[in-house]
């Protein structure tokens, strides 16, 4: 029985990255076996099994045949006699393919060590194209590294395209790889392979993406939430609802998206806006309830639209003298219950009035 550490922990550890998890293929072993040296079993499409005592995952070396359609349509097939590169030759790309025995020797049948150095993502073979959430997952790398897709990788996922295996993706599925491509260093990357294979028009049809706007959302280390607006600053209100439906999308994801889409024209004129104008944006996005969604709304404008700026500078200024004013007090002073909302309104723009005067 030999272990190796594969797969992210090597890659990450080449590139100099903190290694966070760190998961094992074993070759030569059976289950019966790894249950005799106290692993735990956890897997239940194939054998794998959790460290007795560091909880790792350690998985049975295997191989994997195309037997349906989707990512799900997979027969497993784990023995001993299975090789380490059997089972690295199943794996997506090459700088995923690479393996290191107990001894720290780098184990590297298919050149991902060198595809690391010249930034490149390439498939390990055409199984590949048998499972279609890899062209989401080499997207995802690609926004993760920045790195280049290979020609010929490149010229495999158009065909996986145009062959409809990517219809069978399912919703969830496609919102956490786009969720978790956000998240990463150069999101705009993620739309832009999936623009050039032609899967964006299949899986998000709805966007309009701006990867100047994406880049700055990234530099300015903006949430997933504020992300994902920004991906939508353009997207009608009709096909954000669509999207959002489709995909599952969460609701604070949601929700920011969709204030945006419907503040969009009052963020772009609030240079200008007086102060019952500034009033009525704050009221339609939540500001003076929620002024940290409010603080979200502001830093999408800003990243979608660098021109917004001094608008939502005067925005903010007008939210701190609206939480200046003394609801209570103006509450106490009105006639009946049905005066205080022009009361309150009345008192909140001569406040902005005031503050923007100073």
Request: charged fraction near 30%; hydrophobic fraction near 45%.
């Amino acid at each position: 029985m030999k272990v190796y550490a594969v797969g992210g922990a090597v890659r990450d550890e080449l590139l100099g990255l903190p290694v966070q998890d760190k998961d094992y293929v074993v070759v030569g072993a059976t289950p019966e076996e790894m249950g005799a040296k106290g692993f735990k079993p956890v897997g239940k499409d194939f054998p794998v099994f959790l460290h007795p005592v560091t909880h790792e995952e350690y998985a049975l070396a295997r191989t994997e045949r195309k037997s349906g359609r989707g990512y799900k349509g997979f027969t497993v097939y784990a023995a001993p006699e299975v090789t380490l590169e059997d089972d690295l030759r199943r794996r997506d790309l090459t700088i995923n393919a690479m393996a290191r025995d107990e001894a720290g020797r780098l184990v590297d049948p298919f050149g991902g060590a060198k595809d690391l150095k010249t930034g490149v993502l390439r498939h390990v073979s055409d199984a590949f194209a048998e499972d279609p959430v890899r062209i989401l997952r080499i997207a995802r790398f690609a926004a993760r590294f920045g790195f280049a897709i290979h020609d010929k990788t490149m010229s495999l996922m158009k065909s996986m395209v145009s062959s409809g295996e990517v219809d069978a993706l399912v919703p969830e599925r496609v919102w956490q790889e786009l969720a978790r491509g956000l998240a990463e260093s150069y999101p705009e990357r993620m739309f832009e392979v999936l623009e050039a294979c032609g899967a964006r028009r299949i899986l998000i049809p709805e966007l309009r993406v701006d990867a100047d706007a994406l880049a700055r959302a990234a530099a300015a280390h903006a949430s997933v939430v504020v992300r994902f607006t920004v991906l939508n600053w353009h997207t009608p209100e009709d096909g954000l609802h669509a999207l959002c439906e489709r995909l599952k999308v969460p609701g604070d994801a949601r929700e920011l998206a969709l204030t945006a889409c419907r503040c969009r024209d009052a963020l772009r004129d609030a240079h200008r806006a007086t102060p019952a104008g500034l009033l009525e944006t704050l009221k339609h996005a939540d500001a003076v309830r929620r002024s940290d969604r409010f603080g979200e709304l502001s830093l999408a404008a800003r990243c979608a639209e660098p021109g917004t700026a001094q608008g939502l500078e005067r925005l903010a200024r007008a939210l701190r003298a609206v939480q200046a004013v003394d609801a209570a007090a103006i509450a106490r002073q009105a006639a009946s219950p049905g005066e205080i909302p022009a009361r309150l309104d009345a008192a909140r723009v001569a406040a902005i009035a005031q503050a923007l005067a100073a």
